[in-house]
């Protein structure tokens, strides 16, 4: 399967479906990036991966400017903390209605998505889930990438860099046991499969993410 290539650009909020597996590349300069994450009912639960786009205008750029600087210095109390449902809202709408007809994910690999995230940190095998579905190994890993994009063992470790990257950024547990949380053996196996998949060592993430956390200066 091709990759799809989508260049990101601050006159737009990027809409990224469930379990669709991503990558991010930064080729020139810094930049200053919200994510919000959440969970809606129907009819827009367990869409088949997908990534959207949706243009906005200079103003509300500025908006979402002055957002993150609330939300990063702590002081935008109850406002700021309820802001980004209007933008859920404003994305979700959105979403042209064709996305949504006849393109549910499948049941089984539904399933075994929710298993992965409800048991990132316990010793899951591509087995395993497959005999959760009532299917055999080769049928399910099939199945598995004809709806998500990604083998079953590639998702189940981005996943667990992901969990480990949000820990290594917003919690002060060693690296060692954010490995543990995470579902990995030892810090060497952690280290590896993080670097392959982010580019750079656990410490070295930690760093970079201390740097890009400290509070605007004053204008």
């Known amino acids: 399967m091709c ?3 989508t260049d990101l650009s601050p006159d737009a909020l990027v809409l990224v479906a469930p379990h669709t597996p991503i990558h991010t590349r930064l080729e020139r300069g810094g930049v200053i990036h919200l994510y ?6 129907p009819p827009f639960h367990n869409p088949v991966p997908k990534v959207w786009q949706i243009p906005i205008a200079p103003p509300d750029t500025e908006r979402l400017r002055c957002l993150w600087e609330k939300l990063m210095s702590g002081q935008g109390g109850r406002t700021a903390a309820v802001e980004p ?7 979700l709408a959105a979403i042209p209605e064709a996305d949504w007809e006849g393109k549910m994910m499948d049941a089984r690999v539904h399933a ?3 298993r992965i995230e409800e048991e990132l940190a316990t ?3 591509v087995p395993g889930l497959a005999r959760g579905c009532n299917l055999s190994s080769s049928a399910f890993a099939r199945l598995f990438r004809t709806h998500v994009g990604e083998s079953p063992h590639q998702h189940l470790m981005r996943r667990r860099v992901e969990q480990a990257a ?3 950024a917003r919690s002060t547990l060693t690296v060692e046991a954010v490995a543990e949380q995470c579902g990995f053996s030892d810090r060497f196996h952690f280290t590896h499969v993080f670097r392959k998949l982010r580019g750079m060592a656990p410490a070295e993430f930690r760093r970079q993410q201390a ?3 400290q509070p605007p200066a004053d204008q």
């Not at 919000?36 to 009912?41: L, Q, S």
């Not at 449902?85 to 994305?91: A, P, Y």
């Open 211 to 213: 740097k890009w956390r």
């Open 166 to 168: 949000r820990l290594l």
């Open 36 to 41: 919000v994450h959440f969970v809606v009912a």
């Open 85 to 91: 449902l209007e933008w859920i809202g404003r994305s």
């Open 3 to 5: 990759p799809e290539r």
């Open 123 to 125: 010793p899951l095998s």
């Open 112 to 114: 075994a998505l929710r």
